[in-house]
């Protein structure tokens, strides 16, 4: 019988590659085990991509700055702030964030998709993936499909992280082969700071990205095997301590997850407010 694909996102494959009992939690588990509660960085950043997306719903003429508002309160979700002050002022900063952004874009141009679906198989993947953003540009060499993705991270991006970046590849990958067009370049889009981090992969920067997700998927079959086998799961999908685990949703399941402080649910919206000369923080959107 042919091996099965190994049916996969970008945030199924990160789980693994951050914590393969972090995997284990949330894909296999079943019942899984209880989550922490919210994050409020994941609801700001949440409410600021939904009303990116609502944006270009709208036809071109209401595609105004000014309506940033309105979508922001409909979109927004209230979870995890630690109460209506931090969350006031977090609206009131990411409607900063969506004028400011939205008054630089052009509303005439129509992206080829937005949050859409691109999709590939390899030999040994099925990967599935929501694009924040696709954009049809014209580029050194004729047209060319363009991934972006938005970012309310309180941190700054460079070009490392876009190029680090193994789901923006995959995107890439994937766009390509779904649209018969180039598509190289992935963006980052940092909205606090409205600048863009970019890279221009290679045929061969995406493939070593391919075989890198290919790897990660091998790996996590392998585990599921041998517990299928009869291996003790906690071993097939170990632990890796770390900083993450105060910001990990399963730090009270897990054993490993004790010896790391619990971060609050609002502790990266509050340095995202309130910055402060520390060192980069563990959560990101
Ligand atoms: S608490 Fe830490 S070790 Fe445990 S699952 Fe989460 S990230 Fe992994």
Sequence with gaps: MPERLFVCTPSKLAAYADCPRRYRYTYLDRPAPPKGPPWAHNSLGASVHTALRAWYSRP???????????????????DGYRDDEQERAAYRQALQWLEAYLGALDPTVEPLGVERVVAVKTS????NGRADRIDARSGPDGPEVVIVDYKTGRTG?????ARGSQALALYAYAAQRMFRRPCRRVELHHLPTGTVSAFVHSDESL????????ATARDITAAQRAVADGADPDEAFPTTPGTLCGWCDY????????????QQQWAAVDRLLNPSPQPRAAAED
């Design 60 to 78: 071109v003429p209401e595609r105004r700055p000014e309506a940033a508002a309105a979508l922001l309160k409909n979109t927004w979700v209230r």
């Design 124 to 127: 040994v993947l099925a990967f």
């Design 157 to 161: 991006l460079t070009s490392d992280d």
């Design 207 to 214: 493939d070593r990205q391919v075989v890198r997700a290919e």
């Design 251 to 262: 730090r009270r399941t897990c054993p490993a997850g004790a010896g790391y402080p619990e």
